[in-house]
């Protein structure tokens, strides 16, 4: 099961002389963007499971809520998405590596250059640092009380955005929007 590698990351690898492959097989841990299908624009989510009888993908964060409220990981099919950010621990992997760029040593140093190339790709397409910690506490804190002062217009926002804010607060995202907003209403 393999998924294409972003060609914008192949193309930024080919300038600074190491050639990528068209495409790689999906491994736990690869950042991927979902290009085709249900979740089309999400983004930057790393491969949390890999269905290889059913040859589906789960991809953290690209989830669903089932009636009686239990949140499941949504399957994605590996042609639906786009790596752009593999992971090289893998020896195999190493090893396409090595057969695509004859001639190169591969020390830590070379392979450290390549991930910081490919992590620095990965916040210039979706915006988020993967080098960066999580938040401290106390900050998420401040953060939701600040939240908490303001009145918020759940009406005026569009329906992704009434999502997110339900993913936030872990409470269901189905329904149509009217639904969506008095769950927020609920809960403020």
């Excluded at 989830?63 to 399957?75: F, I, M, V, W």
Aim: glycine share 6%; proline share 5%.
């Amino acid at each position: 099961m393999a998924s294409p590698l972003d060609r914008g990351l192949r193309k930024r690898q080919e300038e600074r002389g190491y050639i990528y492959p068209r495409s790689i097989p999906v491994r736990t841990g690869d950042r991927v963007l979902i290009v085709r299908g249900e979740g089309r624009g999400t983004e930057g989510h790393r491969i949390s499971q890999i269905d290889r009888r059913a040859r589906k993908v789960y991809v953290d964060g690209f989830t669903y809520h089932k009636s009686d409220g239990t949140e499941l990981q949504r399957p994605i099919d590996p042609s639906n998405l786009v790596v752009i950010n593999p992971d090289w621990s893998d020896v195999r992997r190493r090893r396409i590596l090595d057969r695509v760029n004859e001639g190169v040593e591969w020390t830590e140093e070379t392979l450290a250059e390549l991930e910081a190339a490919e992590d620095d790709y990965e916040t210039e397409v979706t915006g988020v640092d993967p080098r960066a910690d999580e938040p401290d506490d106390a900050d998420a804190d401040a953060d939701e009380e600040e939240e908490g002062d303001e009145a918020q217009d759940w009406s005026a926002l569009t329906v992704p955005e009434l999502k997110a804010a339900l993913k936030e607060r872990d409470l269901p995202v189905s329904g149509k929007k009217a639904e969506l907003v008095a769950r927020l209403e609920e809960s403020a």
